[in-house]
């Protein structure tokens, strides 16, 4: 069965203090690997797509690496404005089928 | 213009009611699903609709029946809910070449008491 986890399950930065969330999969044929954003309240949004091992995509203070394992999101000098659920998803293919992790809830602050 | 927008947004009910959410995307996309997210954020494929058609359903009670009037609309009912039905439900809608990427509408979240 195709798994996806993430790690921390919480974090919490100060304004400008760099990290990394971990993304771990194993799954059958993994087609792209995905991150996403959730804000309370509402639906996921889509941040990256990632489709090779070595292939990296940023996105203003996030970049996203992926390696044939794992996939992590680095986030250089967070800003409050952050602050989100952060969900990756692998995509297997057949019928766009997306398996996702827990999240990491990162919180920033001042 | 909202892209994925469902209805309603909150609905508390009662053990062993009927209830439906509905979902209407306006991105002209050929797919929608429906998702459920448990209270540790957990986020699980139901179903998913392609030009009307069923696609995956996943291992989800009879008591869950999804209807494609259109390509633009995916209702979800619910028969006789039960407490473990209380959850948050996400439509969302990909192109068919999109390869997981997928438009969320803001959610339902659903009460059983």
């Known amino acids: 069965e195709d798994q996806v986890t993430q790690s921390p399950e919480a974090l919490r930065l100060q304004e400008g203090e760099s990290s990394s969330l971990n993304c771990s999969y194993t799954?059958?044929?993994?087609?792209?690997l995905f991150w996403y954003r959730q804000d309370p309240g509402k639906g996921p949004e889509f941040l990256f797509t990632?489709?090779?091992a070595g292939e990296e995509k940023e996105k203003e203070r996030l970049k996203a690496t992926l390696t044939k394992k794992e996939s992590f999101l680095h986030i250089t000098a967070p800003k409050p404005e952050d602050s989100a659920t952060y969900l990756c998803a692998a995509f297997t293919g057949g019928g766009n089928k997306l398996t996702f992790g827990t999240g990491t809830q990162l919180k920033v602050e001042l | 213009d909202t892209a994925v927008s469902q209805t309603p947004k909150y609905l508390v009910t009662q053990m062993g009611n009927d209830k439906s959410i509905k979902c209407e995307q306006n991105l002209g996309h050929d797919t929608m699903y429906w998702y459920k997210q448990d209270s540790k954020k957990f986020l699980k494929i139901m179903f998913s609709y392609n030009n009307k058609e069923l696609i995956i359903n996943e291992t989800v009670p009879n008591r869950f029946s999804p209807k494609s009037p259109d390509k633009a609309h995916l209702n979800l009912h619910i028969n006789s809910l039960e407490l473990g039905d209380s959850a948050v439900y996400f439509c969302?809608?990909?192109?068919?070449?999109?390869?997981?990427?997928?438009?969320f509408g803001s959610g339902t979240q659903l009460s059983v008491l």
């Open positions: 969302a809608s990909s192109q068919d070449d999109g390869g997981g990427k997928l438009f």
């Open positions: 990632l489709y090779s």
């Open positions: 799954v059958s044929g993994l087609r792209g």
